[in-house]
């Protein structure tokens, strides 16, 4: 995993300038939020897609979420038109996302994560948690009970028949949340992150082992690039709607949802959609756009291949809807 965050990252490189340049004024230690939400496993669709959509505290969250509950559909997969005023939201010099496109054919990336590769990897970290345990004695409560969730964690991959694609959906999006992590802390500072993720089993999953994987990831992450880590900051904090079962996040969450579904319905290299609701938001949100980032994962022959995608402006008279009897070729689930 160490490996596939890494290889990311480089192919990143210009996504972290343009997000230092996206908040240039914001000043460090201020407070951050990361929302995310995921397309995964629709047989119709091309992709596999996890967005992360990141803003500071520009306002309180109750008045943010005032904002999209005012401006959002109830219901975004059934609503026919994208809203205007979410799309606004997304555009405006407050917000930025982070999406990440996955080959559907590819598997959750199977050829990588393997399930040895999460063996291996839940038996690092469980010895690292413990170390950390040891050094730092005012700590040693939560890392015995993230380190609990690992054990149970590696008591399933141990099993004759582990469920193995909802285990790579974790492996995947705890990576991808560690790169988000690492990208705001890197360029802000930030005294606080918090990040809300939609309802997924990837986070019932063990009393949200996802959460802890991409926290010890981003920690062992900052240890692994040098320099001086300071412990006390960036305090992380982990949501889903109703976790608490008191704070419904479901606003928040419908930021991602519109990027998700439609990197997951976009149609590549031909760069058309199945639903007529799919190309205003590709056009207004993708397109040249300053602050929302794509990159894309493909499991080729000699490895995963990762890169940005760029959309530019498409030839005049193009079209992006798809055509009345035009289907997908099969590409396998």
């Known amino acids: 995993m160490y490996d596939l965050i890494q290889l990311i990252e480089n192919s990143s490189r210009t996504i972290n300038s ?28 091309q992709n596999d897609a996890f967005s992360f959509v ?30 205007q005023g979410l799309l606004d939201y997304l555009c405006c010099p407050v917000t930025f996302s982070f999406s990440f496109l996955v080959e559907r054919q590819s598997r959750y990336l199977r050829s990588v994560i393997t399930l040895t590769e999460m063996k291996g990897l839940a038996d690092v970290l469980q010895a690292i948690v413990r170390e950390w345990a040891v050094e730092e004695p005012p700590n040693a409560a939560y890392y015995e009970a993230v380190g609990q969730r690992l054990r149970l964690l590696a008591a399933e991959l ?21 790169i988000v992590l690492a990208m705001v802390n890197d360029a802000k500072s930030p005294l606080t992150i918090r990040w809300i993720s939609d309802r997924d089993a990837m986070f019932d999953r063990h009393d949200g082992i996802a959460f ?15 320099g001086v880590v300071d412990l006390r900051r960036p305090q992380l904090a982990f949501a889903t709607p109703g976790m608490d079962g008191v704070t419904e996040y479901a606003e928040f969450v419908r930021l991602a949802d519109y990027l998700a579904g439609t990197l997951a319905d976009i149609k590549l290299p031909q760069m058309m959609f199945t639903h007529p609701k799919f190309p205003p938001v590709f056009n207004r949100l993708l397109v040249n756009s300053p ?13 995963i291949k990762s890169r940005r995608l760029v959309f530019g402006e498409p030839p005049i008279g193009a079209t992006s809807a798809r055509r009345r009897g035009e289907g997908d070729s099969s590409r396998g689930s």
């Open 18 to 45: 343009d997000f230092c340049r996206w908040f240039k004024n914001v000043p460090p230690a201020a407070g951050w939020n990361v929302v995310s939400d995921y397309s995964l496993g629709d047989s119709n669709k």
């Open 54 to 83: 990141i803003f500071p505290n520009h306002d309180t969250l109750d008045n943010i979420a005032s904002y999209i509950a005012a401006v959002a559909p109830r219901d975004i997969k059934a609503s026919r038109k994208p809203s």
């Open 158 to 178: 141990a099993k004759k028949d582990p469920s193995l694609k909802l285990l790579r959906q974790i492996f995947i999006v705890a990576s991808f949340a560690t």
């Open 212 to 226: 802890d994987l991409a926290w010890v990831l981003f920690q062992c992450m900052r240890r692994i690039k040098g």
């Open 291 to 303: 602050n929302n980032a794509v990159i894309e994962l493909v499991d080729a022959e000699i490895g």
